[in-house]
């Protein structure tokens, strides 16, 4: 039995010691990291012309420092022990909120955008397709409801809340293709695209994609989820453009949480606090479980 402490190693009768065990591991990271960047050169490389600089925003920007955060991560990526209690004033009840006075509501919309989570299928619902467009009720899909809920917004208080759809590679072409019936609507339609990445193989650490267009192969390639809402949403240049309009907050949802509306409240607490030199940049709204949960 080989005997192990905290200073040095020992291994097949030699000792190794701790400093030359992380050099060897930096050296190996080094070794990966420059393996996968050559390998996204090739697939950057033998992309379509018009696809070059999103690739290029995907994989050397967003992707290379995913990669990157994986490789210096070592052990649980959460230390439980740092975690600490929210402060006494960080969790507010609800109804000690301001309700905003009709004459304020029309400005602080113009300051407001819909973001609703439109990436996932409907798989885990046995349907095919965009989990958006399954009928849920009256023959309404999700994504009926949520333009409704939309419209019905900007009729009630005179204003023009954009709704904005984050899609993903498996749901852009059906979502774009449903978004056309809404065009005659008192609803300002937009959608982007998360970013899509090639998965890597666990041993190798190399992608196993070797074509970058994912329609070939698609599961060789993932979307990387509801973090990447930041990055996509600046890279496709929608940021800017509502910035530009002077919109300062967004709404972001899942697109088949229903429940998830703007409230009127909250975005009177954002806008105009109790506190004026209180500037809040992210807000929660968090309910007690149900059974249902």
């Not at 402490?5 to 010691?17: E, I, L, M, P, Y």
Request: with cysteine.
């Amino acid at each position: 039995m080989l005997e192990v402490n905290d200073n040095d190693k020992k291994v097949r009768g030699h000792t190794r010691s701790t400093s030359e065990n992380r050099d060897f591991r930096e050296a190996t990271k080094r070794d990966a990291l420059n393996q996968l960047r050559q390998e996204l050169d090739n697939l950057i490389e033998d992309a379509a012309p018009g696809r070059v600089s999103k690739l290029k925003a995907e994989l050397n920007n967003g992707f290379a420092k995913l990669f990157m955060r994986f490789l210096e991560e070592e052990g649980p990526s959460v230390q439980w022990d740092n975690i600490q209690k929210l402060p006494n004033d960080a969790v507010i009840d609800y109804n000690i909120l301001e309700t905003p006075t009709t004459d304020l509501v029309h400005q602080m919309l113009s300051k407001l955008i819909v973001v609703k989570l439109n990436g996932g299928l409907g798989t885990s619902m046995g349907c095919h397709g965009p989990k958006s467009v399954i009928s849920v009720r009256n023959n309404l899909t999700f994504l009926d409801l949520t333009v409704q809920q939309i419209e019905h917004l900007n009729k009630t208080y005179k204003t023009n809340v954009p709704l904005v759809l984050m899609n993903s590679f498996n749901t852009d072409e059906d979502t774009e293709k449903v978004i056309r019936k809404y065009k005659n609507l008192k609803v300002e339609i937009h959608s982007f695209n998360q970013s899509c990445y090639p998965r890597i193989n666990r041993e190798t650490l190399l992608p196993i994609a070797k074509s970058p267009n994912y329609e070939e192969d698609l599961e060789a390639w993932y979307p990387p989820g509801h973090g990447d809402f930041y990055q996509s949403f600046k890279n496709c240049g929608l940021l800017k453009k509502f910035l530009d309009q002077g919109r300062e907050y967004c709404f972001i949802s899942n697109i088949d949480n229903l429940g998830a509306t703007v409230d009127l409240s909250i975005l009177n607490l954002l806008l105009n606090p109790n506190n004026k030199d209180i500037k809040h940049e992210f807000v929660m709204e968090v309910t007690d479980k149900t059974r249902a949960d």
